[in-house]
């Protein structure tokens, strides 16, 4: 099984901000933070062991662990939680919010608690969040080589709406890793930018091929951790969410953009200092 670092989360945008006092924050087993903006499977009924929904996940009632194969995808490292926060923790006053605040967090595990998971956990995990409803797609992951099949399902999910935002590698490198590199006909690639706006060392450059790379705060970010708690986090990977929660603020005031648009605002919105493109 392949290193990949990190997690994946998936979200929906939603029109407005959304009513945050909802029942089974404890059964959620999510930090009360997130467990607001947690997304429920409408077709699914809890724990009665039926796939009511014929999707072919049995009580999926909040995502899939494609890493165990089963209805609790919940973080078991605590990146996952971290870069979810990022994005879409609760608006309540305390602690850190999220870009995107009114957004719905879709679970979709795909790496075990020692950020270890393979390829083809990663593109089933992207075609279940296509295939309900998800419009923004966070890959807070990679590695050193490609995968077709994981390249197909992020084209899959471009073709259905879906704005992919993959962390560009946090080796320093002159170039991304995978499936960042897959930026140059589909989504976004993401580096990390310090406080002062300086592209961190540790963040891979965007290379010489053209694609769509775009800088975010990527070092000391303070988000959610698991157990009710915050903390700072650095790497590409705490990058990537700030431009999926733009990504879903977009759409939640535009919905009927197409992935592409909505790439192409954000490249294009971007300010451009340092060599590097930064939202």
């Known amino acids: 099984r392949q290193k990949l670092r990190a997690e994946v989360f998936f979200f929906q945008a939603e029109d407005g901000i959304r009513d945050y006092k909802v029942t089974g924050v404890q059964t959620c087993a999510l930090p009360i933070y997130l467990a607001a903006n947690m997304w429920t499977n409408p077709g699914e009924i809890a724990g009665n062991g039926i796939d009511d929904?014929?999707?072919?996940?049995?009580?999926?009632?909040?995502?899939?662990?494609?890493?165990?194969?089963?209805?609790?995808?919940?973080?078991?490292?605590?990146?996952?939680?971290?870069?979810?926060?990022?994005i879409a923790a609760a608006n309540n006053g305390s602690g850190q919010t999220g870009v995107a605040y009114g957004a719905r967090?879709?679970?979709?595990?795909v790496l075990d608690a020692a950020g270890r998971g393979t390829y083809a956990a990663i593109a089933n995990?992207?075609?279940?969040?296509?295939?309900?409803?998800?419009?923004?797609?966070?890959?807070?992951?990679?590695?050193?080589?490609?995968?077709?099949?994981?390249?197909?399902?992020?084209q899959e999910a471009a073709a259905r709406g879906v704005v992919v935002v993959m962390a560009a590698g946090n080796d320093g490198a002159a170039t991304v890793g995978y499936p960042a590199a897959y930026a140059t006909t589909v989504g976004l690639a993401a580096g990390a930018v310090d406080i002062n706006g300086t592209l961190a060392s540790f963040s891979n450059r965007a290379g010489s091929t053209p694609l769509d790379y775009v800088t975010a705060p990527g070092v000391n970010v303070y988000s959610t951790l698991p157990g009710n708690a915050y903390g700072y986090l650095s790497g590409t990977s705490m990058a990537t969410p700030h431009l999926a929660g733009l990504a879903a603020l977009i759409l939640s005031y535009r919905p009927a953009l197409t992935a592409a648009q909505v790439e192409a605002l954000l490249t294009a919105s971007a300010s451009h200092g340092s060599g590097v493109f930064t939202a």
């Open 53 to 86: 929904d014929n999707n072919g996940f049995i009580d999926d009632s909040h995502g899939w662990d494609f890493a165990s194969n089963d209805n609790d995808p919940m973080d078991l490292n605590g990146h996952g939680t971290h870069v979810a926060g990022t």
């Open 125 to 154: 995990g992207v075609r279940y969040a296509t295939a309900n409803g998800a419009r923004v797609i966070n890959l807070s992951l990679g590695g050193g080589t490609g995968s077709p099949d994981l390249q197909l399902a992020i």
């Open 105 to 109: 967090i879709m679970p979709v595990r």
